[in-house]
Nanobody, 116 residues
Framework: QVQLVESGGDLVQPGGSLRLSCAASGSILSIAFMGWYRQAPGKQREFVATIRSAGSTAYADSVDGRFTISRDIAKNTLYLQMNSLKPEDTAVYYC??????????WGQGTQVTVSS
């Protein structure tokens, strides 16, 4: 079993920055990719960014150029650096891990609120 614990969510003003972290623990055998998703009130969960085992990254158009996904393999930790935050970035942010044998795991989420 894999556990994912997100942290770093907070209330921030528009234009501000935050860094989210996701610590993975448990039986981590083979990670195909990890990523960040978000869910705003009344909306479906949506893709934000992903990083594959080889290091390639992909971003949603809405965050490309403002957000950066990265990882520390030694610490089994995933990060999301969020800059130039906008009110529409307000959501619960979830960490996701997908293994090579097709099993996916979600974290519990961390709240990001962008408001003046």
């Amino acid at each position: 079993q894999v556990q994912l614990v997100e942290s770093g969510g907070d209330l921030v003003q528009p234009g501000g920055s935050l860094r989210l972290s996701c610590a993975a623990s448990g039986s981590i055998l083979s990670i195909a990719f990890m990523g960040w998703y978000r869910q705003a009130p009344g909306k479906q969960r949506e893709f934000v960014a992903t990083i594959r085992s080889a290091g390639s990254t992909a971003y949603a158009d809405s965050v490309d150029g403002r957000f950066t996904i990265s990882r520390d393999i030694a610490k089994n930790t995933l990060y999301l650096q969020m800059n130039s935050l906008k009110p529409e970035d307000t959501a619960v942010y979830y960490c996701y891990l997908h293994t090579w044998n097709g099993v996916g795991y979600w974290g519990q989420g961390t709240q990001v609120t962008v408001s003046s």
